[in-house]
Each structure stands twice: as structure tokens, then as C-alpha cells.
Antibody
Framework: QVQLQESGPGLVKPSETLSLTCAVS????????WSWIRQPPGKGLEWVGY???????KYNPSLKSRVTISIDASKNQSSLRLSSVSADDTAVYYC?????????????????????WGQGTMVSVSS | DIQMTQSPSALSASVGDKVTITCRAS??????LNWYQQKPGKAPKLLIY???SLHSGVPSRFSGSGSGSDFTLTITSLQPEDSATYYC??????????FGQGTKLEIK
């Protein structure tokens, strides 16, 4: 089955750029959106942004000026870059497949969800 | 952005109990609501999509209901492995996607 694995430095200095990679195995990245979601220690989840396999992106407006998500579908990888980091960017960073459109034909209802997640990678911002 | 508010923030219950977690959106979101379960040190797992539909492989003791701006996650016949933090997430009108602050469930 599809599995995701994040990788990258666990420590980044303030004002520098955080760079992470998400490797997808067991399936193709084609025809899906791929998101980055983060979780500060002891806190909730924040959607960072997504990229479609063709390369179009959407970012959280709260981070938009600092975020870049890219994709290399031939290598089954997506990447996250977050510039000018501060201590507020300390978090576990997850890559996830989605949003994926789910539709229940019995109820006629639908939603977009994140259905497969990587294990996450902790990034600390500190000098 | 659409704000999602969960209640309670934490609760404790015994094996076999029934618990209900509430999620309220700051505006109507139809049925564009998902629920996730997160265990310590692990990634979230999708439990329910479209407010009430069970994701593949999720035990039937989990159920969801609601539409508009008020939603509930119900767990019947609690099991020890249900100890986790539960999050709601809205997908109404696309990004930005937002999550509730989480509800931590402890099994006594």
C-alpha cells in the first residue's frame, strides 16, 4: 500500500530555511494532491499547503509568503521549503495524501480528507 | 478562515462507556467534515469523512453525525485502544483546511 516518509534536518537556525522531503512508495503520485501539515509540540494540526502532481499549489495564507512546495513525480517525491523560520515554526511536519475527494453514494455527502500520512519528522528552530 | 471549535478539550471514560465529542464550525460547512484519531507519537488516522461515513477499516463503534455547523463523533463500547486525541477538520470550499484544537480521550 502507499506509504509516505518525511526526511530532513531536525534542527534549523532562526532566519534560515527549513527544507524537507516526502518520499512516496507503493504507488504513484499521479492524480492526487499532496499536502504538508504541521503540529507544534503539544498543540493542534495546521495545514501548510498542497501540490497537485501536475505542479499547481495552494498555501495557507498565514504562511504563504514563506512557503514553497515542489514535486518531482518521476522520483515520487514532494518537497517543502519554509523560509525565515523562527521558534514558532518548531513542529512535527507531516506529509499527507490529500485532499482526496470522498463521496458516500448512500448519503450523497462528500468531503475532502487526508487519508494517508507519513510518520512525521520533528524540526526544531534554535540557534 | 473557518474556525473549528471542539468540546470538551479532554474527557475521561471507562471501558465499555459511550462518549460524544462535539465540533462546531464558525460558519455552515454542509457535511464537509472529517474526524481523525491521533495516538501519542503517531500520525493522525482518518476515521470518518463527510460527517458520517466510516473510513475503510474503522470499527463500527465509531460514528459521526451532523451537518451545517454542528457535528458529533460518538464512540460506543469504549476500548482501551481508543485512548487518543481526536480532531475534526473542515474542507468546505477548499483551502485553507482547518482543524479543531483536539479532544484528548483518556480511558480509565
Amino acid at each position: 500500500q502507499v506509504q509516505l516518509q518525511e526526511s530532513g534536518p531536525g534542527l534549523v537556525k532562526p532566519s534560515e530555511t527549513l527544507s524537507l522531503t516526502c518520499a512516496v512508495s507503493g504507488g504513484s503520485m499521479n492524480n492526487y494532491f499532496w499536502s504538508w501539515i504541521r503540529q507544534p509540540p503539544g498543540k493542534g494540526l495546521e495545514w501548510v499547503g498542497y501540490i497537485y502532481h501536475m505542479g499547481s499549489t495552494k498555501y495557507n495564507p498565514s504562511l504563504k509568503s514563506r512557503v514553497t512546495i515542489s514535486i518531482d513525480a518521476s522520483k515520487n517525491q514532494s518537497s517543502l521549503r519554509l523560509s525565515s523560520v523562527s521558534a514558532d515554526d518548531t513542529a512535527v511536519y507531516y506529509c499527507a495524501r490529500g485532499p482526496v475527494r470522498y463521496h458516500d453514494i448512500l448519503t450523497g455527502r462528500g468531503s475532502e480528507a487526508f487519508d494517508i500520512w507519513g510518520q512525521g519528522t520533528m524540526v526544531s528552530v534554535s540557534s | 478562515d473557518i474556525q473549528m471549535t471542539q468540546s470538551p478539550s479532554a474527557l475521561s471514560a471507562s471501558v465499555g462507556d459511550k462518549v460524544t465529542i462535539t465540533c462546531r464550525a464558525s460558519q455552515t460547512i454542509d457535511s464537509s467534515l472529517n474526524w481523525y484519531q491521533q495516538k501519542p507519537g503517531k500520525a493522525p488516522k482518518l476515521l470518518i469523512y463527510a460527517a458520517s461515513s466510516l473510513h475503510s477499516g474503522v470499527p463500527s463503534r465509531f460514528s459521526g453525525s451532523g451537518s451545517g455547523s454542528d457535528f458529533t463523533l460518538t464512540i460506543t463500547s469504549l476500548q482501551p485502544e481508543d485512548s487518543a486525541t481526536y480532531y475534526c477538520q473542515q474542507s468546505y470550499n477548499g483551502p485553507p483546511y482547518t482543524f479543531g484544537q483536539g479532544t484528548k480521550l483518556e480511558i480509565k
